[in-house]
Structure formats: C-alpha cells, structure tokens
C-alpha cells in the first residue's frame, strides 16, 4: 500500500479539502485522519523534563530520627 501524506487546516465547517492527488480518478483510498501533536502539548505533559536536578548533601542519611531500629 502507498501513503501520501498532506498536512493541512480543518475549515470552519469542519470539512478537510486535498487537492493535487497522484491518483487516477477512481481509485479506491482508505483516509485516515490523525490530529497533530503541537509542540505546547508535549511541553505541558513533562512539565520539569530539562530542568536541572541539584543534590544538596547526597551522601547524609534520609530520615535516620524515624528509624525505630536506631532507638
């Protein structure tokens, strides 16, 4: 099977227009429609992804006062 792909606006009436095709007039297409990802959404999913990570002191015990066994 051979794709084609076009990238283009829905209109307001919510109708999707490709023009231009190489296909001959009556050959059978199966279209699917797959709704863009915009660079602001995946942004928005890892919110700290590239931010800096610092560890103050990372060698010192986590929590060592709640540790029934020391007491």
Known sequence: MQA???ETTVAPDG???ITHLPLA????VEVIVLLQEHH????KKYPLKGTPVTYHHPT???AQDEWSALQ
């Open 25 to 28: 007039a009556g050959d059978v």
């Open 60 to 62: 010192e015990p986590v």
């Open 4 to 6: 084609y792909r076009f």
């Open 15 to 17: 109708s999707v227009v």
């Open 40 to 43: 602001t959404e995946a942004k």
